[in-house]
Structures are given as structure tokens and as C-alpha cells.
């Protein structure tokens, strides 16, 4: 919680299974606006960072709470840590005020570190790994003058066992990520950059050049969501974005609440779960399932030979946008692989909600086979 209390609840049912108070075990020290990262979960531990001396990271075993293990003394910043795998070995890495912090998960041994200094405000925004590069930013106006602002991009080597974080690129007062975190994807980060007036932008992380920018979404957040970006702005506007470091391309736009929305849009079975200041929203986003298509087939009363009528299971009319995909396929032996049937190429008639089509050819032999197949 905000004021240092971990708790461990029943998902079904909301009863406490155990809890822990930072401040009062372990001596963890609020800062300023209180603590606003999130718990980590890795295999069968949670791993937070207390803010206590000596003992600022803490791993607790997630059945029971007992402590896994604890130490250091990198002060808690709002950012929440990641677990990511580098050179073969899974690491936590911390943005704490000291700067990177990278722990085994297991035991908490430090694995490397790349020191920045601490803006005495905020670092809110948690670190991105892609592969074995890892950006991290920081924003805040206080921070501008003394150069506390702006992003950089590690790399991180492992040679046998021992590990080592150098400078790929660093702004200065730049590429500044207020709190939510951007995401990368194929190479490039998307976000919400800037201090005061903030824009959405895209970034090669390689490099750190920008590739393009978008104003209008303020303190907003992003997603990756099958492939593409889910946008949340700050006055309650939903964008999805295609990922396209080329050019700005918006897909689609939807409000679905009102209020400030400084937070980051969820998503669970199919549905988005948005809030603001003032209210909630849950949209169901998932595609619909189609009926189960039905083959059945008869000889035509007009003698003009064998009929196969395709329909909806369900006997609901079979939509049109649908025949295009639909393929029949004819063969006189089972025992052939399903490669080897012959696709039926005769014309059909969408009529009454049923494909019906003449496969005049199965007179030819005592016995044909038909499936039905639709293309995604």
C-alpha cells in the first residue's frame, strides 16, 4: 500500500491470508507522496523495495510471507521493478534513487548497477528491457536545472558470470517519461515524453533518435496488445495505435469516461478496464464466436447431381462476409492425408442464409468424402 503494508489476499474470496508492515519490521522510510510501486512476483516469492537501511530490497515467500531474504541500501523511488532474463540469468532490476540496481531473484546477490543520480521528487516510470538493453527516465521541473532529467539506454554484458552495464546514449533534459511506463516494441519505445506538455512519441531505443510525435494525449499511458498500442490519454480517450515507427497510424478512437485519468488501462479476458477520478468503465472487446459451420449434402430433385448445402450449426443465416473464406474439399479415399484432397472450384448460391453448390462429379465413383473448411 501507499504507507508501507504488504498484504497477501484470497483472490475468491478477499480474506487476508498474511500480511506484512515494512515500516515497523523492517524500518522502511516513506517518501515523499508514499510509496507507488507495485509489488513484483517472481516464481514463489514478492519482491518490493522497503526503504529501510540495509534492507531496502525485500523478497518475502508469497504462500506464508516469511522473508526469502533482504538487504542493500538503495533508497525506494515510485517505480516499480521488472524481472527480465540478460545474458542467460534472471534478474529483478530496480530503478532506485542510487540509479539501476540489477538482483538475483533467488537470492538478492546484486548481479550490476549503473549509478544516476536522484531527482529528489520522483522517479516513477520502470525500467525497459529489450534484450540486453535497458532504458530508464526520469522527468520532474525541479529536476531540469541541475540536469537530473532525461533518459538513457544501457547495455549489459555478462561474461562468465560477471556482469557490467555501459552507457549506449544519454538526453539529457530530454525523452522524459513523467510516470507511466513506455513500452517497446521491434526496436522502439512508444510513450508519453515531455515535462508540462507532453507528447506521444516514438523513439528508436538503439539509439535514441525520435521517430515521430503526437500531441494530445497528456500524462496519458500505453499498452502492447496483440501487436498493437493501446493508448490511454489523460482526459479519458482510448487510441489504438498501430506500432508503425514510420509514421504516426491511428486505428481507432473511443471515450469511454470522463475525468483524469493518470493510470494505466487493464485488460482481462477479452475486456478493457478503464477509471478516472470521477467513474469506471469496462468494455468487452472480444471478437465474437462465429456459429459452427454444418455440411450436409443430397442429391438435387432437378437430377442435376449431388448438392452440398453449408450452413450454420445453429441454424442461424450464414453471413456472406463469410463464403470468401470457405473452402470444400472432395476425396474417395480416408486414408489420404488431408493435403491430398481435391479442392471442390464449382460455382455456388448464397441464398436464405445457405451456400448451396453442385458437385455434379460425384456420380463418377461409388463413394466421395466431403469436409468444409474456413480461412481465419
Known sequence: ???????????????????????????????????????????????????????????????????????????MTHSTPVATTIGGVPQVIFFAQSGLVSAAPETGAILWRFPL?????????SPVVAGDLVYCSRAYAGSLSSALAGAVVVSVTNVSGSFSAEKIWYKTNQLMNHWCTPVQYNGHLYGMYGQGALEFKCIEM?????????PGFGY?????????????????????????PAAYTEIARYRPLTGK??????????????RSTTEAAALDVAPKMLPRLRLDGAWASDSSGFRLVIGNEDGSPLDSNRVPNIDIFTATNLTLGLGNWNKITNSYTLTNGVLRLNAPESGLTPQRYFRVEERP
Open 1 to 75: 500500500t501507499s504507507y508501507l503494508n504488504l498484504f497477501c489476499l484470497d483472490a475468491a474470496t478477499g480474506q487476508q491470508i498474511w500480511s506484512k508492515d515494512l515500516k515497523a519490521e523492517y524500518a522502511g522510510v516513506l517518501i515523499y507522496w508514499q510509496n507507488a510501486a507495485s509489488p513484483l512476483i517472481v516464481g514463489d516469492l514478492v519482491i518490493v523495495n522497503g526503504n529501510g537501511p540495509n534492507q531496502c530490497l525485500l523478497a518475502f515467500h508469497k504462500l506464508d510471507g516469511s522473508l526469502a531474504w533482504k538487504g542493500q541500501s538503495d533508497g
Open 117 to 125: 543520480n536522484y531527482n529528489f521528487t520522483s522517479v516513477a516510470a
Open 206 to 214: 538503439a539509439t535514441g533518435l525520435q521517430n515521430w510525435s503526437m
Open 220 to 244: 496519458g499511458s500505453v499498452l502492447v496488445v496483440n501487436g498493437k498500442i493501446l493508448a490511454l490519454s489523460d482526459d479519458g480517450e482510448l487510441v489504438l495505435v498501430d506500432p508503425n
Open 261 to 274: 485519468c493518470w493510470n494505466v488501462a487493464a485488460i482481462s479476458n477479452g475486456r478493457i478496464y478503464v
